[in-house]
Each structure stands twice: as C-alpha cells, then as structure tokens.
C-alpha cells in the first residue's frame, strides 16, 4: 500500500512523495502575464514546505482569447516563457518538481489585455457573476461560438505554450480540462451545442481536449509530464455532474489518458464524495479504468485523510489547495506531527503573499497565524 511519503514514478521524474500543491489562481503576475519576485518567492515556499510537485495556477496559452484574468501569468510569448526561469529554477533548487497548468478561460473570461472578445464552443452565457475576488463585475458576458479558425489557433495556442513550458524548465504541463475553463466546455453538454466535428454526444465531445493532448504530446515528446485535469462542477455552476453516469465518466478517463497522458487530475468538492448517486468517488472511478497516476482534490485537509485516499487505492497522489495556503510546508508538518493551521477565509487573498504574511519561514516549530 503505498504511503504519503513514497515516491512516486511519473514519466521520467521521481517525485519524493504523493503531496502536490493544487494549482490556484495569484492573479499577481506583471500587467502584461510575467511571472515576478513575487511568485518565485510563493512557490518556493511550498517546495521548501515538502511537496513534491507544485501545479501552478492556470497559466494563459495564446494572445488571442486564452487569458481569463487580469493579472493572470501567461506562457503564450518568449518574455512571458524567460519570465518563469527564476520561478522554475527556485522550486527545482528546493526539491520540487514544478507542472504548468495551461489554460484557456473560454466563456468564464472576465480580463484579457489582448482582446475584448469572448469565446467558447457555443454562444451559451455562464451563470451567475464574475469573481470579484480577481476583479470582475456584473454577470458574464455571452460569448461569440468559435469558428473552425480559432479553434486551431486555440490548439496551436496550448501547443506553443507547452513548448515555452519545456524550454523555461518545466517538468510539465497540465491541460486545464476543470472548472469550466475552454477544455471542460467543449466536453460540456450545456456549454457544447456545436453540431459540427467538435460536438455531439458525450464522446464526440472529447474531440477538442484528444486533439489539444496529441498535439501538445507531438510537441513536447515522449519523456515530458504531460496530464490533464478533469472536473464535474465548473467556477460558475458547482452543481452540474456529467451526462451518462459512471459509464460514461469510465469512458471518458480511459479514452483521454490513451490520446497520450502521464497523469488525471481529477476534482471535486470533496475528494473522497460518491461522484453521482452514490457509488465511487469519481477518482475512484478513475483510479480503477487507468493505469496512469491519478491526482485527486478536494477538501483534503490533514494527512489522515491523504493516507485514506491512499489505503482505499482512489489515487496516487493528493493535491492539496486550501490547506496549503493555510500552511506551505503541509508535508513537513504532516510528516513530522505538527499541528496544521486550520485554513480561514481570511487567508484567501488572491496575492502569491501568503508566504510572507503568515510568517511562513522558519515557523515549523510554531503554529504559524496571520499575523505570525
Ligand atoms: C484561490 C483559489 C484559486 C484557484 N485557482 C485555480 C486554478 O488556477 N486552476 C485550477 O485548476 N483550480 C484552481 N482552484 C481550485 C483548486 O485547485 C482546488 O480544486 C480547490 O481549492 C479545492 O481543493 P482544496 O479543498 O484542497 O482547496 C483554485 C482554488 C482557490 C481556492
């Protein structure tokens, strides 16, 4: 049975242990997407912390409709890439491997310095309203339906992307396929209404996120973590499940890690919940179709409830979000029985400050606050 602290065998890394700090938005990057002092110093915290892989928050991919945030880092131009060296080689030097989580906003944009235009699959508004918390206002806007040229340049968009990635050092990328982002639309009944190739039924609607995965895996070869993340409930509506139950979801993880993934990333409220009406965790489920790495997220708060993902065989690694903003050294603390901060939403600025302003360095054998 493996353990918390087991290393892991992902493509060609040796991650140290199952700990992965879950990919979360900063929105603290330079005006034009470079990632600053301030970020390194952020995911530098987690790696000296004791995790063994670091997602980073949803990076933009192209200068056309990808960017989601203002503030958002990109990986879309040669600055954006040499922006990510100092980050990348901080968290190398403490013992982390670092993934880029690539993501395309689609209709959840609400900050895009490059366009005003909004894209998706279809013309189909979100619910509710943009994040104030990264700096919207009011309810989202409707956007236009892709055509068949956007939606190559989205791909070519990940593609380029995924190669800054490899030359800033990167161990990885992570397709955002989650949370209602481009990729989880297009696979989205309610958001993919399209009724030419990249529409349909459930399967028909894996077409973008296949061709996003073969091409990236084309352009980055065969030895770079390439993953993808997958979820039910996106930003704008937590409550939508998939269509066609356990099945389907089966269906779905076996047919996307075949197009040529190293892991799935899968998430939810709460990690270990039954994914439809009782039954399996969707990781579980996931855990049990392939045979690559499964990530599982979602309210894994203390190291007890790791190991049981673990003992219960729903994954091979845990990613940690909200309890590593209330604590970034998560690992070393669990490991070594120190109490863990319990998180508060007092903690939830949306800055990479946390580090500092928690007090974080050197307070392993504190209980480290707020106000340190
Ligand atoms: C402040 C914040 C920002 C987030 N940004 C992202 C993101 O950029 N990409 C992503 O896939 N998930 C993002 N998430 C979701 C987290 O990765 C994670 O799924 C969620 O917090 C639930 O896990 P937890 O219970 O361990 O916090 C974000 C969550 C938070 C709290």
Redesign the pocket.
């Known amino acids: 049975m493996p353990r918390l602290f087991d290393p892991l065998k992902l493509n060609a890394l040796t991650l140290p242990n199952r700990a992965v700090l879950?990919?979360?938005?900063?929105v603290s990057a330079e005006p034009e997407g470079m990632a600053n002092e301030m970020m390194r110093d952020y995911y530098q915290a987690f790696a000296e912390g004791g995790f063994g892989m670091l997602?980073?928050?949803?990076i933009y991919t192209d200068t056309a409709y990808s960017q989601g945030y203002f503030n958002q880092p990109g990986l879309a131009t040669e600055a954006h890439r040499d922006s990510w060296v100092p980050v990348v080689t901080a968290v190398h030097q403490a013992g982390a491997a670092i993934v880029a989580?690539l993501?395309h906003g689609g209709a959840q944009t609400q900050g895009n310095i490059h366009h005003a235009r909004h894209v998706a699959p279809s013309a189909v508004q979100p619910d509710g309203r943009q994040l104030s918390?990264y700096g919207g206002e009011g309810p989202y806007a409707t956007p236009a339906e892709m055509t068949e040229t956007e939606i190559q340049e989205a791909i070519e968009g990940f593609v380029q992307a995924a190669r800054h990635a490899r030359a800033a050092g990167f161990d990885g990328v992570?397709l955002?396929g989650?949370?209602g982002y481009l990729l989880h639309e297009f696979m989205s009944a309610e958001f993919n209404q399209r009724t030419d190739r990249w529409g349909g039924d459930y399967k028909a609607r894996l077409a973008l996120p296949l061709e996003v995965i073969r091409a990236v895996r084309d352009a980055v070869g065969a030895d770079f973590v390439v993953g993808m993340?997958l979820?039910q409930g996106m930003v704008t509506n937590s409550r939508l499940k998939w269509d066609g139950g356990v099945e389907a979801a089966r269906d779905r993880f076996v047919t996307l890690a075949g197009a040529g993934l190293d892991y799935l990333h899968v998430?939810e409220?709460d990690?270990s919940a039954p994914a439809f009406d009782g039954g399996p965790s969707l990781a579980a489920i996931a855990k049990e179709c392939v045979s690559i790495p499964v990530v599982a997220?979602?309210?894994?708060?203390t190291g007890a409830q790791a190991e049981a993902l673990l003992e219960r065989s729903e994954a091979e690694l845990l990613?940690?979000?909200?309890?590593?903003?209330a604590n970034h050294d998560w690992p070393i603390r669990v490991r070594e029985g120190i109490g863990l901060t319990e998180?508060d939403y007092d903690m939830?600025s949306?800055m990479a400050t946390l580090s500092n302003e928690l007090g974080w360095r050197g307070t392993h054998g504190r209980s480290a606050t707020r106000n340190g």
């Open positions: 879950a990919p979360m938005t900063r997602i980073t928050e949803g989580q993501m918390f992570e955002h989650a949370n993340r979820s998430t409220y990690a997220n979602g309210g894994i708060a990613a940690i979000g909200k309890a590593a903003l998180f939830f949306p």
